[in-house]
């Protein structure tokens, strides 16, 4: 966490521990009861919105490379209206790739365990890298070097 310029300890660790913490880590471990994304195996295929709001699937997006830099202050949606509107945010900075929401349902949080965030790179329908858990387990460097062997 603290590589990220714009992430500093001041912004993060006079909350560590507080209560809200803790609800948040209880909902990450919790949300990955519902795992089935795991390194080797099919990719599951999920629900997900494009930005105008057409339901499509995940599946759609696998032949694209995924990377994501920096991250946003984006509270929980209670509605789909919300959710696209902190997509808006990110699409904003200009991501090199599709930028697609999940179902309010969250399932595809669920089957790719990627509460608060989490890393794949996929390739023909495959889990071909599975990243730890963020905000600790997140490693981009690892994802680098894996589409780097792709290459």
Known sequence: ??????FKYEDWGPTFLSPVFVKTVISANWCTLGLEAFEGYTAPDTTVYTMDGQKTSIHRFLKDDWAFANNFDIRVH?????????????????????VVV????????SKYGALPERLYVLQNGKVIHQGGIGPWGYRPEEVRKVLEKMK
């Not at 966490?1 to 714009?6: A, F, L, R, S």
Request: net charge negative; proline share 9%.
């Open 1 to 6: 966490m603290t590589q990220n310029p714009k």
């Open 102 to 109: 999940d179902e309010m349902s969250n399932i595809t949080t």
């Open 78 to 98: 209670k509605n789909m209206e919300e959710r696209l509107a902190a997509a808006r945010v990110l699409v904003k900075e200009d991501p090199l790739c599709p």
